[in-house]
Nanobody, 116 residues
Framework: QVQLVESGGGLVQPGGSLRLSCAAS????????MDWYRQTPGKQRELVAM???????NYVDSVKGRFTISRDNTRNTVSLQMNSLKSEDTAVYYC??????????WGQGTQVTVSS
């Protein structure tokens, strides 16, 4: 079965860095677009960054210049390097694999807390 497992979340001070990883299994990882979303209580899940099968990336404006998404098709992993973290980056972060309209898979999420 398909599994997406996030790791790397935690508590970090403002201005600090974290690197999230998502390990995928059960899919042909190289053909999927991979997304990172985040969600805070009472708000809709927000698309933070995406990387296509060809490596094209896109980011929400609020993280441009601070976050970098990358993928390793040999290890079936997608990562999100988060620098210069702010309190407003506090959220549960989810990875998502998508291909076409119907093939969408989510991880269980990892908590990121930015606080002094």
């Amino acid at each position: 079965q398909v599994q997406l497992v996030e790791s790397g979340g935690g508590l970090v001070q403002p201005g600090g860095s974290l690197r999230l990883s998502c390990a995928a299994s059960g899919i042909d990882f190289s053909i999927y677009t991979m997304d990172w979303y985040r969600q805070t209580p009472g708000k809709q899940r927000e698309l933070v960054a995406m990387i296509t099968r060809s490596g094209r990336t896109n980011y929400v404006d609020s993280v441009k210049g601070r976050f970098t998404i990358s993928r390793d098709n040999t290890r079936n992993t997608v990562s999100l390097q988060m620098n210069s973290l702010k309190s407003e980056d506090t959220a549960v972060y989810y990875c998502k694999a998508r291909f076409g309209v119907t093939q969408n898979y989510w991880g269980q999420g990892t908590q990121v807390t930015v606080s002094s």
